[in-house]
């Protein structure tokens, strides 16, 4: 081993035991490039879930009932698109270039979350994302606020201000639901039947944290299994309080164990997501395409480059 080496060991071995003993990392400091790598790809596809978020709801904007939900949804589409640039901004200053990221997103070579390649069929599912989706994503958010890496917490304290907003938002829409005629009732308990699996998906399969490299890292400080546990706690009773049943016979809590125990679906589904097959996949990634073309002008005007898109395998799965 060369001397060259020894050194990296051992910066790498300081390193390591900086991050697990809850130090932070700034972007201008020296990383192992697995640190780098992994948390550029995370980070990433945190920011491409932000940006293809906005488009589900972004679909009832003109549908909304009132103006009072018109304006609270268009407000929330305008935060989940500026949380998208927030945290592309961490990810740039790691190394990787926003209009890269934006490429690779549109040309189906990244990933964004499972929940946002699903269909949004009724008002109900603007109710059950705005409460369990977003609610789930408070929860993994959340725990980021406690990340080695230094901009990425601080960019958290902000994203998780204004998520804390658009759950509010979707427990009113719920409460409303909830507490309305059958039909409504109806709507929103066909919604928590269809999101219900996909929710469950968003906390990924249960992995052992020894076999997590995030974890390790400290990228992610918990394990799917902690946030999704504590995701049960949090909205069951919300959800049973209004008589609404969760589709899953065998949930339960064990006050003794202290514990929820529940039915683990078949996690194919979330592989062939991750593949970029979803029942909305090709169509969202069309649009974001349609707007990314429509607005090249602007970025044209900046100096800054134009997105290839016209080959991208999203515009010839939606048959554009």
Same mark, same amino acid.
């Given at each position: 081993m060369t001397t060259l080496d020894t050194d990296l060991e051992q910066r790498t071995a300081a390193f390591v035991e900086h991050?697990? !003993?809850?130090g932070t990392v700034e972007a201008d400091d020296w990383m192992p490039d697995e640190y #780098?790598? %992994?948390?550029?790809?995370?980070?990433?596809?945190?920011?491409?879930?932000?940006?293809?978020? !906005?488009?589900?709801?972004?679909?009832?904007?003109?549908?909304?009932?009132?103006?009072? #939900?018109? %304006?609270s949804l268009t407000a929330k589409v305008q935060d989940e698109v500026g949380h998208g640039h927030l945290i592309y901004r961490v990810a740039e200053d790691l190394g990787k270039p926003r209009p890269e990221?934006?490429?690779?997103?549109?040309?189906?070579?990244?990933?964004?979350?499972?929940?946002?390649?699903?269909?949004t069929m009724s008002w109900g599912d603007v109710a059950v994302i705005g409460c369990l989706v977003d609610g789930a994503a408070i929860i993994t958010q959340t725990a980021l606020l406690t990340t080695s890496l230094a901009p990425y917490r601080r960019v958290m304290k902000r994203v998780c201000a204004e998520e804390s907003f658009h759950q509010r938002h979707g427990e009113d829409l719920l409460l409303e639901l909830g507490g309305g005629t059958e039909a409504q009732r109806e709507m929103l308990q066909d919604a928590v039947n269809r999101w219900w699996v996909p929710v469950m998906h968003f906390f990924g399969p249960k992995t052992p944290a020894e076999k997590d490299r995030l974890l390790y890292w400290r990228i992610k400080t918990e394990t799917n299994e902690e946030l999704r546990q504590r995701f049960f706690d949090r909205y069951v009773p919300k959800l049973w309080d209004l008589g609404i049943s969760i589709p899953d016979p065998a949930l339960s809590y064990d006050p003794d164990a202290d514990h929820w125990t529940w039915t683990e679906p078949s996690w194919d589904e979330l592989r062939t997501i991750a593949k970029g097959n979803g029942p909305m996949t090709d169509t969202r990634l069309s649009w974001r395409i349609w707007m990314t073309d429509a607005n090249?002008?602007?970025?044209?005007?900046?100096?800054?480059?134009?997105?290839?898109t016209a080959d991208s395998p999203a515009l010839q799965g939606a048959g554009a």
């Open positions: 991050v697990q !003993a809850g #780098r790598q %992994m948390a550029i790809k995370f980070i990433e596809m945190h920011a491409n879930s932000e940006l293809m978020g !906005a488009l589900p709801e972004r679909e009832w904007i003109s549908r909304a009932p009132t103006l009072r #939900r018109k %304006m990221m934006l490429s690779d997103l549109l040309n189906k070579r990244t990933k964004f979350h499972n929940v946002f390649h699903y269909p090249s002008w602007a970025r044209e005007l900046m100096g800054e480059p134009r997105l290839d």
